[in-house]
């Protein structure tokens, strides 16, 4: 029987991403209510749909026929909102990325949601992509094999694959002012926010393999919109670099993880489209390289299987783990937003 | 210089470059003395020495075929690299870093300039700082322009490292280098480099899986860069011939020193980018990576 969704916020991510995976997903999921913040968006996604919609959230989460509350509106909106999920009595929450901003906000949600009971799903798709779960058995079999984890993005505007999975518009996220980055504050505010909204969709599974964040070697933005982050986890070398341009080819989303027997590449498809799995390289020892197979799921599809799968009771909740997770990324972005400031300061 | 008729005389005991010379057989021949010759020099031990003796005995040109690291002690002493008087060309065969594979590289980019650099090395314990080394000269030659060393760490014996790249209109332009040891028969040496921008370049070179790829992708196509046939020694004698018939300057051998002393600051004790004051404390850690 399919669950009744109600989705806080009108973002592309919803208008490109939740709504046809639901859609695709109507044996398991049906959306019944979209909420705006004001912006008048929500009435035109829900008729879409057949939905109800409202302004704001206290309608949404007041609706009865909302079971599963999906919290895709801006981050640091999330843990205020789950917790007025819970408030209101809603056991089901599915929450974009990040979880919170702040490891306080990270506490007192999973706090509520075990005290509660409350199914909670974070959406870091890459941790459900298909690809993901062998890499990790892979990496947990070589134990402390593991030297380096580098994570490469170069994005172009989500716009081009807004398109191809959605009609319409305005597909871009009204903007704001380009942020000046020649001043440290704004230049740590902004890295702060990259690492807890895009490098979050790998932090999970980085830390999974390299748990615990010893000193951060270097923090830098990187023109026109990017970072440049390394760092140590115990003995692993960990590197984040993210290039957002205006232009130019197709994504590149690569995590690649050196052992010493092997290297492991992960290659993610582009954001917002469906184009199956991530696929995998493995260079052995050898010399041989070994090429993984796409699955034709895609990790957004997984992470709305997931799920299910969680409130129909054949996978609990790891509380413990969804907190580290976010505990995770929220330590490595103070420590490189603070890495950035004393390095500016000097 | 030495001439049989119209050929150039190569003085070399390396199998790869006897091939070589039967290869270019109307433009080199095989001779025993490097008088008036192109010296042949291998890269291994103190081959600056042997550079410089092959110079003192009257080579016309001398090849480094595929040059180690120098001992640290040569660049902290005054008579070490640097020093050499240019007076005749040097040509440095670096398989890792073949000048018609980085010519392909920079004319597919046509003239755009990449926004991040990022290169991943692996190698056995005893090739890394080669690799490392090949690795940085990759860089400087995609961005066109000197590197600088901002950051850096290590953990066992991998290394991470933020640098600066100053390209030829002055933009800064960031690189990263991760360099980590991989063991096993098949480990050689494996080099990834990517140029992040408008114009992405990848490279991908696995020496033991016979591996050369090259790739630049744009927003409207991917172009593969053609394979290379030519070997390497071959390559850098029709380079050195060349030189000797254009008396153009050869930069190799100061790109290699460059190169070469980038990282060695590299697999120095590691400094983080604000702390150059705490090298002492990274002076204790350094076993730890070695």
Redesign the interface.
């Given at each position: 029987m399919a669950r009744n969704v109600g989705i806080l916020g009108t973002g592309p991510g919803v208008a490109a991403l939740h709504l046809p995976v639901l859609e695709g997903l109507s044996d398991l999921f049906a959306v019944v209510h979209i909420a705006d913040a004001g912006s008048g968006r929500a009435q035109a996604l829900a008729e879409r749909s057949g939905a109800t919609w409202s302004a704001g959230e206290a309608h949404l989460l007041g609706d009865p026929a909302v079971e599963v509350v999906a919290i895709c509106s801006p981050p640091q909106e999330h843990a205020r909102q789950i917790l007025a999920a819970l408030a209101a009595g809603k056991r089901a929450i599915f929450c974009e990325k990040p979880l919170a901003t702040t490891k306080q906000q990270a506490d007192e949600v999973i706090s509520a949601c075990r005290a509660a009971g409350a199914v909670l799903l974070v959406g870091t798709n890459h941790l459900f992509d298909a690809a993901w779960g062998p890499v990790k058995h892979h990496l947990v079999g070589l134990g402390d094999k593991v030297?380096?984890i580098?994570v490469?993005l170069?994005l172009?505007p989500n716009d081009r694959y807004h398109r191809l999975v959605s009609e319409g518009g305005p597909f871009q996220s009204a903007r704001r002012g380009r942020p000046d980055l020649e001043d440290p504050a704004v230049a740590a505010g902004v890295l702060h926010q990259l690492l807890t909204g895009l490098a979050i969709h790998d932090l999970p599974a980085i830390r999974a393999v390299a748990p615990g964040i010893d000193?951060v070697?270097?923090?830098?933005i990187?023109?026109?919109l990017?970072y440049?982050v390394?760092y140590?986890a115990?003995?692993?070398?960990v590197?984040l670099?993210l290039?957002m341009?205006?232009?130019?080819?197709?994504a590149?989303w690569r995590m690649?993880i050196?052992?010493?027997?092997?290297?492991i590449e992960v290659d993610f498809p582009p954001p917002f489209v469906h184009a199956g799995s991530a696929t995998t390289r493995v260079?052995?020892?050898?010399?041989?390289?070994t090429h993984g197979r796409r699955e034709p799921e895609d990790g957004y599809v997984a992470e709305w299987r997931r799920l299910a799968s969680l409130l129909d009771g054949n996978l609990r909740v790891e509380y413990d783990e969804l907190l580290a997770d976010a505990r995770y990324a929220i330590e490595l972005a103070d420590a490189a937003a603070a890495?950035l400031l004393?390095?500016a300061r000097? | 210089m030495t001439m049989n008729g119209s050929r150039v005389g190569v003085a070399t005991r390396l199998p790869s470059y006897r091939a070589a010379i039967a290869e270019l057989s109307r433009s080199a021949t095989l001779v025993e003395e490097a008088r008036g010759a192109v010296a042949v020099v291998p890269g291994v031990g103190d081959w600056w020495q042997v550079l410089l003796s092959a110079r003192d005995q009257g080579a016309a040109a001398v090849v480094l075929a595929e040059p180690e690291m120098l001992p640290r002690e040569l660049f902290d002493g005054g008579s070490g690299p640097g020093t050499w008087p240019a007076d005749i060309p040097v040509v440095v065969e670096r398989p890792r870093l073949r000048p018609d594979l980085v010519w392909e590289a920079a004319r597919a980019r046509q003239g755009t300039r990449a926004r991040i650099v990022t290169v991943e090395c692996a190698a056995t314990a005893a090739a890394l700082d080669d690799v490392i080394r090949d690795g940085l000269g990759w860089v400087r030659s995609l961005v066109q322009g000197p590197l600088t060393l901002v950051a850096g760490s290590c953990a066992g014996q991998a290394r991470m490292a933020l640098l600066d790249a100053r390209a030829a209109d002055g933009t800064s332009i960031p690189a990263t280098l991760v360099g980590t040891v991989l063991d096993g028969p098949g480990a050689g040496g494996f080099l990834q480099v990517l140029a992040l921008g408008e114009v992405r370049t990848e490279l991908v070179l696995d020496q033991a899986a016979g591996l050369v790829r090259l790739e630049t992708w744009t927003a409207g196509e991917t172009l593969g860069a053609p394979q290379h046939y030519e070997s390497s020694a071959r390559l850098t004698l029709r380079r050195t011939l060349e030189a000797l018939s254009s008396g153009q300057p050869v930069p190799d051998l100061e790109d290699l020193l460059q190169d070469i002393r980038l990282a060695r600051e590299l697999l120095e004790p590691p400094k983080t980018e604000i702390d150059v004051e705490t090298r002492q404390s990274f002076v204790a850690f350094r076993p730890k990576c070695r």
């Open positions: 030297q380096a580098s490469t170069a172009p000193e070697v270097y923090a830098r990187a023109p026109p990017g440049l390394g140590r115990g003995a692993i070398l590197q670099a290039a341009l205006p232009d130019g080819p197709d590149l690649a050196a052992t010493s027997h092997d290297r260079r052995s020892a050898d010399g041989r390289w890495r004393e390095g000097r | -």
